[in-house]
């Protein structure tokens, strides 16, 4: 059964840093670009970062660019989203998904384009 499963969120300062999992089962990652996405209470699912399956490209919405960084370890079958200068605005459920279909990496990331969601993670920002 494929499935993701993202960890490491959690509360943090303004300013301060963290680092998501999405660990996949089920399936070898290898082969497949993966999108990270967040949602705020009473906002739509937002798309934040995507990686290729092989060439490392990337994407980064504006509102992350600078501060996010997305990688894969293959080996370990999971893919990263470090976190840093967080923000307030940053707070959400952050989720991981695959793509259903073949999607520019240059975004912007849609829901409708991806599948096989995670749980999600919570992260906060607040002081």
């Known amino acids: 059964q494929v499935q993701l499963v993202e960890s490491g969120g959690g509360l943090v300062q303004p300013g301060g840093s963290l680092r998501l999992s999405c660990a996949a089962s089920?399936?070898?990652?290898?082969?497949?670009?993966i999108g990270w996405f967040r949602q705020a209470p009473g906002k739509e699912r937002e798309g934040v970062s995507c990686i290729s399956s092989s060439e490392g490209v990337t994407y980064y919405a504006d509102s992350v660019k600078g501060r996010f960084t997305i990688s894969r370890d293959n080996a370990k079958n999971t893919v990263y989203l470090q976190m840093n200068s967080l923000k307030p605005e940053d707070t959400a459920v952050y989720y991981c998904a695959v793509p259903i279909a073949t999607i520019p990496i240059s975004g912007p990331l849609l829901p409708a384009d991806f599948g096989s969601w995670g749980q999600g993670t919570q992260v906060t920002v607040s002081s």
């Open positions: 089920g399936f070898t990652l290898d082969y497949y670009a």
